[in-house]
C-alpha cells in the first residue's frame, strides 16, 4: 500500500457518501445522463487526490475529551464526521444541495504510472 499524504479535510454531500461508502450511484436522486456528469466533474476534481470517507484524527474535536484518542476509538461514537445541515458545496462533487454533509479526507495521489 502506497502511503500518501494526508492533504486536508473535506465535507461531502449524501450522494457522495454512498458513492464512497458502497461504490453505487445514488440513482434515487439523478438520471443517468446527471450522474454521468456527475462523474465527470468529480473526476476533474478530484484528478491530483484520492478521498477517503471520514476525519483524520487531528481534526476530531472529541480527541480532547478522551486524551488523544477519537471518541470512536475509545469505544464510544461522536459527531465530528456528520453535520445535520449545511449549505456549503460539496467538496467532493460541488454540489450546492443543501443537506447533510459527511466528513472526507483528501490524499495527495502517489503517481504510479508506468513509463
Ligand atoms: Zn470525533
Ligand atoms: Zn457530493
Known amino acids: 500500500m502506497p502511503s ?7 465535507w461531502a454531500c449524501t450522494d457522495c457518501l454512498i458513492l464512497l461508502a458502497n461504490g453505487e450511484d445514488p ?6 445522463a446527471e450522474i454521468s456528469a456527475w462523474h465527470k466533474d ?12 471520514g ?3 487531528e481534526e476530531h474535536a472529541c480527541t480532547a475529551d478522551f ?7 475509545a ?14 458545496s460539496c467538496d467532493h462533487c460541488g454540489s450546492t444541495l443543501a443537506g447533510e ?7 495527495k495521489r502517489t503517481r ?3 513509463r
Open 67 to 73: 486524551g488523544g484518542m477519537t471518541a470512536g476509538e
Open 4 to 10: 500518501n499524504k494526508y492533504v486536508c479535510g473535506g
Open 42 to 53: 468529480i473526476r476533474r476534481k478530484n484528478r491530483y487526490r484520492d478521498v477517503t470517507l
Open 112 to 114: 504510479t504510472r508506468k
Open 75 to 88: 469505544g464510544g461514537e461522536c459527531d465530528c464526521e456528520t453535520r445535520t445541515f449545511s449549505s456549503m
Open 101 to 107: 454533509r459527511h466528513a472526507i479526507s483528501f490524499f
Open 27 to 32: 440513482v434515487d436522486s439523478m438520471t443517468e
Open 55 to 57: 476525519l483524520a484524527r
